[in-house]
């Protein structure tokens, strides 16, 4: 069974600080990962995606994959209080059909 | 403006009705997918369709039937088969890797 593994927090920061979100993953042929936020009661928002290893920054936002350790990160600098909600972590599978998702890590930011 | 609708918002059904949900998309993307949420849980694929008139099962597509007659059209029917119908619905469609969600369809079944 492939598998997307997150911690479910909640991880509480303070605005301002950076918050750091991590994933796992079970298929080693997984090559495209992805990071949607999803507010309470609302549907997933596509924020980001890497399908290289290395960083990649987007404003405040910074994806980090490591395919050797299969682990990816999401980084979110100055944290707003407007970014708590719950980050999901997908990865595409080999086949390149459908996403597998984790099931969530809630953040919580407090001004 | 282009986008993914799914109707309606929310959605209540007496048990042993067949209910159906809409989703349509105006990207021109080729792929649609539909997925399942339940509190507390990740999303869980049911079906998903990369051409018209062509679609798979995802891991949970027991109790659901779809069809896709159309690009911008990949209705989902939830069967009295489910067992557990009550959940929130969402619906994606892609061009390349990335997929973009509609605003979802919340069924409760009593």
């Known amino acids: 069974q492939k598998e997307v593994e997150q911690n479910s927090g909640p991880l509480s920061v303070p605005e301002g600080a950076i918050a750091s979100l991590n994933c796992t993953y079970s298929d080693r042929g997984s090559q495209s990962f992805f990071w949607y936020r999803q507010y309470s009661g609302k549907s997933p928002e596509l924020i980001m995606s890497i399908y290289s290893n290395g960083d990649k920054e987007d404003g405040r936002f910074t994806a980090q994959l490591n395919k050797a350790s299969q682990y990816v990160s999401l980084l979110i600098r100055d944290s707003q209080p407007s970014d708590s909600a719950t980050y999901l972590c997908a990865a595409l599978g080999q086949a390149g059909t459908a996403l597998i998702f984790g099931k969530g890590t809630t953040l919580s930011v407090s001004s | 403006d282009g986008g993914i609708t799914q109707s309606p918002k929310y959605l209540f059904r007496k048990e042993g009705q067949n209910v159906t949900l809409s989703c349509e998309q105006n990207l021109n993307h080729d792929a649609m997918y539909w997925y399942r949420q339940d509190p507390g849980q990740g999303l869980r694929l049911i079906y998903y369709s990369q051409i018209v008139n062509d679609f798979q099962k995802g891991d949970i597509a027991e109790g659901y039937s779809v069809s896709r007659e159309k690009k911008e059209s990949f209705p989902l029917t939830v069967t009295s088969a489910q067992k557990n119908p009550t959940a929130f619905y969402l619906c994606?469609?892609?061009?390349?890797?990335?997929?973009?969600f509609g605003p979802g369809t919340r069924l409760t079944v009593t």
């Open positions: 994606a469609s892609s061009m390349g890797y990335e997929q973009y």
